[in-house]
């Protein structure tokens, strides 16, 4: 079964700094473009940050400056470093890849990180 699975999710005080993982997993040939969306309760779900299989990235207005996107191909593995985390920040966070596996060309999903961020 090809999946993503996240961890690194949690409860962190205003200015502090979290660091999401995620790593897929299963029969998967290439990992194309990964990203980090979240979704804030009552909003739509946002992509916040993106990294192609060659490390060009790209970041939302909001997340600019204090998330970094990162990506090891060797262990098919995204991450997320989050610093100077504010409340706004408080949301489920997903990650998201675009992957050739043995069941053809397949967008995939995690199961989502909840991400919490006291005053």
């Known amino acids: 079964q090809v999946q993503l699975v996240e961890s690194g999710g949690g409860l962190v005080q205003a200015g502090g700094s979290l660091r999401l993982s995620c790593v897929a997993s299963?029969?998967?040939?290439?990992?194309?473009?990964m990203g980090w969306y979240r979704q804030a309760p009552g909003k739509q779900r946002e992509l916040i940050a993106a990294?192609?299989?060659?490390?060009?990235?790209n970041y939302a207005d909001s997340v600019k400056g204090r998330f970094t996107v990162s990506r090891d191909n060797a262990k098919n593995t995204v991450y997320l470093q989050m610093n100077s985390l504010k409340p706004e920040d408080t949301a489920v966070y997903y990650c998201?890849?675009?992957?050739?596996?043995?069941?053809?060309?397949?967008?995939?999903w995690g199961q989502g990180t909840l991400v919490t961020v006291s005053s």
């Open positions: 998201n890849a675009d992957v050739r596996s043995g069941s053809g060309y397949l967008v995939l």
């Open positions: 990294i192609t299989s060659g490390g060009i990235t």
């Open positions: 299963g029969s998967i040939f290439s990992i194309y473009n």
